[in-house]
């Protein structure tokens, strides 16, 4: 990552007041750092894997707008759409969680003023975390195997994803990214954030659905890539896909595989649709695979 993608650079846009805060921390928690909260009328609150650290730094009202604007390079208005979002992708894929009052209009957010919090998240980016499980997602035949990844929040699903892709683009698969939350490639400005390989296209800030069906339409790829589904219109979109004999590699929040069959993607798990389901958990560290199952809920690995 560039020096001025990185979480550190990224602090710097902070007001000098704020800046400080990295004085809390040494060079190892540092690099442990993976979020900070700046909430108006507390003190802002580092957390990562050094559990959490509340500095002395209070934030006002006015303190809070200052931050949304310095982050924003003074152009909150440019980032309207990803603001009615709740969050605004910076440059290097590191994410900025903003809450507020919001502004509706025939029931759809339009605005967001009078900032209450921030949550700025670092983006990892672990080259390689994918090769563990890459001898289980492809055939004999070298063929892709539909596969699920499956674990609760904050195990290193998108983690997982983003380095799958990239080892996959680079062995020759043809790759469409639909990446809904801007999390997976952290497309900025037109250029990754992150490295997803040279044969992946990225469609960013689009609604799976409809991102899945234009890039079959469109890019004609060997796989699509998608994160966290959960509606019915995904698992349509999803079937369509394969129909149309693309592979699918995307994730769902979950921690067995009886849960799935009771869950919103059910329809996609009773047509077998995936052909591997990769779980992860945080123990003994986050990203640990924990079994990996066939199509039939058999398990292959764990």
């Given at each position: 990552?560039?020096?001025?993608?990185?979480?550190?650079?990224?602090?710097?846009?902070?007001?000098?007041?704020?800046?400080?805060?990295?004085?809390?921390?040494g060079?190892?928690?540092?690099?442990?750092?993976?979020?900070?909260?700046?909430?108006?009328?507390?003190?802002?609150?580092?957390?990562?894997?050094?559990?959490?650290?509340?500095?002395?730094?209070?934030?006002?009202?006015?303190?809070?707008?200052?931050?949304?604007?310095?982050?924003?390079?003074?152009?909150?208005?440019?980032?309207?759409?990803?603001?009615?979002?709740?969050?605004?992708?910076?440059?290097?894929?590191?994410?900025?969680?903003?809450?507020g009052?919001?502004?509706s209009?025939?029931?759809?957010?339009?605005?967001?003023?009078?900032?209450?919090?921030?949550?700025?998240?670092?983006?990892?980016?672990?080259?390689?975390?994918?090769?563990?499980?890459?001898?289980?997602?492809?055939?004999?035949?070298?063929?892709?195997l539909?596969?699920?990844?499956?674990?609760?929040?904050?195990?290193?699903?998108?983690?997982?994803?983003?380095?799958?892709?990239?080892?996959?683009s680079?062995?020759?698969?043809?790759?469409?990214?639909?990446?809904?939350?801007?999390?997976?490639?952290?497309?900025?400005?037109?250029?990754?954030?992150?490295?997803?390989?040279?044969?992946?296209?990225?469609?960013?800030s689009?609604?799976?659905?409809?991102?899945?069906?234009?890039?079959?339409?469109?890019?004609?790829?060997?796989?699509?890539?998608?994160?966290?589904?959960?509606?019915?219109?995904?698992?349509?979109a999803?079937?369509?896909?394969?129909?149309?004999?693309?592979?699918?590699?995307?994730?769902?929040?979950?921690?067995?595989?009886e849960?799935?069959?009771?869950?919103?993607?059910?329809?996609?798990?009773?047509?077998?649709?995936?052909?591997?389901?990769?779980?992860?958990?945080?123990?003994?560290?986050?990203?640990?695979?924990?079994?990996?199952?066939?199509?039939?809920?058999?398990?292959?690995?764990?």
């Open positions: 990552m560039k020096k001025e993608d990185s979480f550190e650079a990224l602090i710097e846009k902070l007001p000098e007041d704020y800046r400080r805060l990295l004085k809390y921390l060079p190892e928690e540092t690099e442990l750092l993976e979020e900070i909260r700046i909430k108006a009328g507390e003190k802002i609150l580092l957390a990562g894997g050094f559990g959490e650290i509340v500095s002395d730094i209070e934030v006002s009202r006015e303190g809070i707008a200052s931050a949304v604007d310095s982050l924003l390079e003074h152009s909150v208005y440019a980032h309207m759409d990803e603001l009615c979002s709740g969050y605004v992708t910076a440059s290097g894929g590191h994410r900025i969680g903003i809450c009052k919001a502004v209009e025939n029931g759809r957010i339009k605005n967001i003023k009078d900032f209450s919090s921030l949550n700025i998240r670092r983006s990892r980016e672990i080259r390689g975390c994918g090769e563990k499980v890459k001898k289980y997602i492809i055939g004999r035949n070298g063929e892709f539909n596969t699920l990844v499956v674990s609760p929040p904050k195990c290193g699903k998108t983690t997982l994803l983003r380095d799958i892709v990239r080892q996959l680079e062995e020759g698969f043809r790759i469409s990214l639909v990446d809904e939350r801007s999390e997976i490639g952290a497309l900025y400005k037109g250029i990754p954030g992150h490295n997803v390989g040279m044969r992946t296209d990225i469609m960013d689009c609604g799976k659905q409809e991102g899945i069906i234009l890039m079959v339409r469109s890019m004609s790829p060997d796989i699509v890539c998608t994160d966290e589904i959960g509606s019915p219109g995904d698992g349509e999803i079937k369509e896909a394969v129909k149309s004999g693309v592979g699918i590699l995307t994730s769902v929040h979950g921690s067995e595989f849960e799935l069959k009771n869950s919103k993607i059910s329809e996609l798990i009773r047509e077998r649709i995936f052909e591997r389901y990769i779980f992860l958990s945080a123990v003994p560290e986050v990203g640990t695979v924990s079994g990996i199952l066939d199509r039939d809920g058999k398990k292959i690995y764990g």
